[in-house]
């Protein structure tokens, strides 16, 4: 699977490497949390490496979004505009079905193949356009489906106040895209806190834990410290794969556990102990 660098400091290393190629990625936020940043690194980063970058904006105009990047200090973008390697849609204020099932599809087939990153902020208007969920669910399923097509996709939604994500405006988004990510931003403390935690990401090993950060202007989002930095060790699969060799399992069970504990970290592992799942591996095949 190939990883492209996500553009935001710190979350490479807890995504395995960073973002697959071809997947959609969901971030999820309350206003502020910092959706919009996180869209324009992501694309901001792929201009860098040579990608084109398509910002499909639902909410605010095209003016607004540049206005933003360039207070941010990223005033390259005015210059990736000119050279046409950053394209703008702005479909706020439009009809979302028709755009999504008429003018997207054409927009795809001249871009197909490109390996743009494409951002769509926020995705919240598409699902506020009908009631229907079987409609919400088809409208999102189609347009990642196409967007697809045209390279990697971010898309941005927007939290509303309940503290969990199951509502049905969350819950379509979520399963449909590869990978989620939760903005989490209480601005109602003395000093309000940002926090990001990784809901899920198939394919990748990913960090499980929450990393606050914070944005910086220049920068963007900059997460702080923690697994970022801590250096990977691998204890517990290692006296795992001690504890195997002395016990009388079959052979082919062996290696394919030993196999297995290649590449496994003490944080692949979290609670679980050595010895513990020795006992669950005995209990599973030793009669075998
Ligand atoms: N130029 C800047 N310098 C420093 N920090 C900034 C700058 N611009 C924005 N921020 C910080 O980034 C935060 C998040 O902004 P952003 O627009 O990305 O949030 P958002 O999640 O997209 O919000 P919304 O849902 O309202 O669109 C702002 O609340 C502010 O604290
Ligand atoms: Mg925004």
Redesign the pocket.
């Known amino acids: 699977m190939h990883r492209l660098k996500s553009g935001i400091y710190g979350l490479n290393p807890l995504l395995d490497g960073g973002v697959n190629e071809n997947s959609t990625t969901v971030v999820i936020?309350r206003?502020?949390?910092?959706?919009?940043?996180f869209a324009t690194q992501f694309i901001r980063r792929g201009l860098l490496g040579g990608q084109e970058g398509i910002f499909v904006s639902l909410d605010e105009n095209k003016e607004q979004i540049i206005r933003?990047a360039v207070?941010?200090g990223w005033s390259d973008i005015l210059d990736y505009l000119d050279d046409e390697l950053l394209v703008f849609i702005d479909a706020s204020g439009r009809e979302f079905s028709n755009f999504i099932r008429k003018e997207l599809p054409a927009f795809v087939s001249e871009w197909k193949g490109s390996n743009a990153r494409i951002a769509i902020d926020?995705l919240t208007p598409v699902l506020w356009s009908t009631k229907d969920l079987y409609e919400q669910r088809d409208l999102i399923g189609f347009m990642l489906k196409q967007t697809r097509k045209v390279g990697t996709v971010l898309c941005t939604l927007?939290e509303h106040g309940a503290t969990d994500l199951s509502g049905p405006e969350t819950v379509i988004p979520m399963y449909l895209a590869d990978c989620v990510i939760h903005l989490k931003y209480n601005s109602d403390d003395a000093a309000s806190s940002r926090s990001l935690k990784i809901v899920k990401c198939r394919n990748s090993r990913h960090s499980q834990s929450r990393h606050p950060y914070q944005?910086l202007?220049g920068f963007g989002i900059v997460l702080e410290g923690g697994e970022a930095r801590r250096p990977t060790t691998a204890k517990v699969p290692s006296q795992l794969r001690q504890m195997l060799l002395t016990r009388a399992l079959p052979k082919a069970v062996l290696e394919r556990l030993e196999k297995s504990l290649d590449g496994l970290t003490d944080d692949d592992f979290r609670t679980l102990k050595p010895d513990y799942v020795l006992e669950l591996v005995l209990q599973e095949y030793q009669d075998a």
């Open positions: 936020g206003s502020g949390a910092g959706k919009t940043t933003e207070e941010m926020p927007e944005i202007r």
